[in-house]
Structures are given as structure tokens and as C-alpha cells.
């Protein structure tokens, strides 16, 4: 693979990255609670790690033709967002003076990252739809390494975003209490309208 290769691909993946969605959402929501930026994003990154490696061992392809599992891992996703906005919207994250993080909230903020990019199928499909455009079956790696390598040139570019975003929002919204609920309640509503959203796209089919 050569270098033009690889600029190219970052082009367009960082204008996926810089796009706001539910990454941004998920990240803003952990840069209001402070010190769980940094488990949340790696949530994240794991996420997409592991639709990455799906799209390199083959598997995607035998998923996206097979429309009852990609129903499923849809309808899945869903009510995980459902659940998510819905808990922002109702119990907002507002910083306190000498708040803690409770124990285990960076295992928590881990787990509910991978669930949200991991569970979403416009993640899986997207990698399924770029990465096999990048690569080339005369090069001297195998198909399986270039869509590996490629993968992990996204997820450099995700981590420094969304830790840029994350760090931002810490720092805009700590001292602030009222706009961080309003942030929070707006990351709630995105999450409940992409799930909307994905429900609806099943019920027409």
C-alpha cells in the first residue's frame, strides 16, 4: 500500500469523524462528568476495533447478506440508544463541587462506549462499505492486513477527535451546571432520534 493510499483514506475517514453524531454525543456526555473521558472514548475505539476485525475476517459480508442478523443487530442497537437517551434525558449530567466518580464508572463508561459504537450498524456498514474501496489485491499485503491497517488509521483519528471533543466539553461545561444539563438532555434526544430513526428504517423494509 502506499502513502497516497493511506492520505486518501484519512481524507474521507476524518470527514465521517468530524461529522457530529452519536460518538459526539456519548463523548459530550462524558466530558460533563469530568474524569471519565478517557474510559468513554476507549469504549468507543473497542467498538469500532471489533467492527473492524468483523470486516477483515470476512464475516461483515456474510452479516450484511444476511438480512434476519442485521435486523437483529439493528433492533439491538436501538433499544440500547433508546435505553441511554432516554436515562440522559431524564437525569441529566450536571458537574457538582467535589463530586467522585462512584466506583467502577470508568468500567461503566467503557462498557456503555463498545455497546454503543459495537451495537450501531451504521458503524459496521460504513466499514464494510469503505474500507474494501482502499485496498488493492496486487499489493504484497493481504487484503485482510491492508483493511487492519487502514482500520487502525481510523481509530487514531477518532481517539485524538473525540479527546479533543471530550476534553473540550469538560472544560466548557465543569463550571457551568445549567448548560451542562441542556447539553446533556440534547445528547439524550440524539440518541433517542438515531434510534427512532433506526426503528423506523426496519418498519418500512
Given amino acids: 500500500m502506499t502513502p497516497a493510499i493511506f492520505a486518501a483514506f484519512w481524507a474521507v475517514s476524518m470527514l465521517f469523524v468530524i461529522t457530529p453524531g452519536l460518538d459526539w454525543a456519548y463523548i459530550i456526555s462524558a466530558g460533563i462528568r469530568g474524569r471519565v473521558v ?4 476507549a469504549g468507543l475505539l473497542l467498538g469500532h476495533l471489533m467492527a473492524i476485525a468483523i470486516v477483515a475476517a470476512g464475516v461483515g459480508a456474510l452479516v450484511a447478506g444476511n438480512p434476519l442478523a442485521l435486523t437483529a443487530l439493528t433492533l439491538i442497537g436501538a433499544a440500547y ?3 441511554i437517551g432516554f436515562n440522559m434525558l431524564l437525569y441529566p449530567s450536571a458537574p457538582n463541587a467535589g463530586e467522585g466518580q462512584p466506583s467502577g464508572s470508568w468500567l461503566r463508561w467503557a462498557g456503555k462506549g463498545i455497546c454503543i459504537s459495537g451495537l450501531n450498524p451504521k458503524v459496521f456498514l460504513l466499514f464494510l462499505a469503505l474500507l474494501p474501496q482502499f485496498t488493492d489485491a496486487n499489493a504484497a ?3 485482510p492486513m491492508q483493511i487492519l491497517a487502514l482500520g487502525l488509521l481510523h481509530l487514531v483519528s ?3 477527535v473525540y479527546l479533543l471533543v471530550g476534553w473540550g466539553s ?3 461545561l465543569q463550571t457551568r451546571p445549567q448548560a451542562a444539563r441542556i447539553v446533556s438532555r440534547i445528547s439524550g434526544a440524539a440518541m433517542l432520534f438515531i434510534a427512532i430513526g433506526l426503528l423506523a428504517g426496519q418498519a418500512f423494509k
Fill in 38 to 41: 478517557v474510559p468513554a472514548v
Fill in 81 to 83: 440508544l433508546l435505553w
Fill in 141 to 143: 499485503w493481504s487484503i
Fill in 158 to 160: 477518532c481517539g485524538l
Fill in 170 to 172: 469538560q472544560s466548557l
